[in-house]
């Protein structure tokens, strides 16, 4: 009897070839253009946003050149990045889930919310500002970023709110809003969508603009952003129109005359402390130690729309500082 051949084994395959993951591209520079009439040699023309700031920046109308929004004192961008108004750029990282006031004065008051991620390798949460809360006299204005999983920069995800009721502008640049109470408030589109100016007349200009963590950053800077949340936050810029001499918060106290920055000089990133110190109890509670503001603008509107009448027996004046008036016949 013949012995019967084992079966053959087909030689085996080699695995399959295991290739790194692609690594995330930086995003495609953004386009804009002066938007000011007065500048007739620049008005219009387009520019490619910088390198170290694809998709936020501006052109300045006088250079006729794009700068970053987030390299001029007033800014609050990135992982909290300050630059404040004596021009030194610092962080503040505060604590995700929590409020902080970013500034305080009599006049007015701005609290931020941060969110985050908890690095396990750090002391510190990674954060962002997701939303502002500006109290005013006896109003109440919040612009918040909406929480999103995939980013759609044609989705607006922008939350708007004047005295608790919500806001609606149509999605296209140039369309605005605006409060008829004595001190005018407006708010603007400045894009179709994700990026607006507010202003209080004679308070302060904001300018908000809503952006990811977008996978290259997250590689980057290994923040660990996952799949079911970009951690769309907050870039902001801050225009004050007076201060007083009194005025306090994380960035408020930079604008004081006889400030002294505190921050770490010549260190890759410089930090401002004082967690405790700045920390609210709430987006719109102007509780933190250093608060300033005094809620009576209703009483002031109630003076101010007296003077508009002919009252010409009254002879009223301020006291010495001006925070009194008194009126004789």
């Not at 387009?46 to 007033?74: F, I, L, R, T």
């Not at 290259?216 to 769309?232: K, L, M, P, Q, W």
């Not at 005025?247 to 967690?275: A, E, R």
């Amino acid at each position: 009897m013949e012995d019967t051949p084992p079966p053959s084994v087909p030689p085996s395959s080699p695995p399959p070839p295991v290739y790194p993951p692609p690594t995330p591209k930086p995003p495609t520079p953004k386009m804009v253009k002066c938007k000011n009439k007065y500048y007739p040699s620049c008005y219009a023309n387009q520019h490619a946003c910088p390198a170290s700031c694809p998709e936020s920046c501006q052109v300045d109308c006088v250079s006729c050149k794009p700068v970053c929004k987030c390299d001029k004192p007033g800014a609050v961008c990135q992982d909290p990045r300050f630059i404040g108004g004596d021009g030194i750029t610092f962080y503040f990282h505060g604590k995700k889930d929590k409020d902080f006031c970013l500034v305080s004065d009599p006049e007015f008051h701005i609290n931020a919310h941060f969110i985050g991620r908890r690095n396990e390798n750090m002391k510190r949460d990674f954060t962002w500002v997701q939303s502002i809360g500006i109290l005013y006299g006896t109003h109440k204005i919040s612009v918040a970023a909406l929480k999103t999983s995939t980013w759609d920069d044609s989705i607006d995800r922008l939350a708007l709110q004047f005295n608790d009721e919500p806001i609606f502008l149509p999605e296209s640049d140039g369309a605005s809003w605006k409060s008829e109470t004595v001190r005018k408030t407006s708010i603007t589109r400045i894009s179709n969508t994700n990026e607006v100016v507010i202003d209080v007349e004679n308070v302060v200009t904001i300018t908000a603009k809503i952006v990811p963590i977008t996978e290259h950053e997250s590689r980057v800077h290994n923040y660990g952003i996952t799949s079911d949340d970009c951690f769309a936050h907050l870039e902001l810029g801050f225009k004050f129109v007076s201060l007083s001499d009194e005025v306090n918060g994380v960035l408020g106290q930079t604008y004081k005359k006889d400030y002294v920055s505190k921050v770490k000089m010549g260190v890759l990133m410089p930090i401002m402390g004082g967690d405790r110190k700045f920390a609210a109890s709430g987006l719109f509670n102007a509780d933190c130690s250093v608060a300033r503001f005094q809620a009576n603008e209703e009483q002031s509107d109630i003076f101010k729309a007296s003077m508009n009448l002919e009252l010409p027996s009254l002879n009223c004046n301020s006291g010495i500082y001006g925070r009194g008036v008194v009126c004789k016949r």
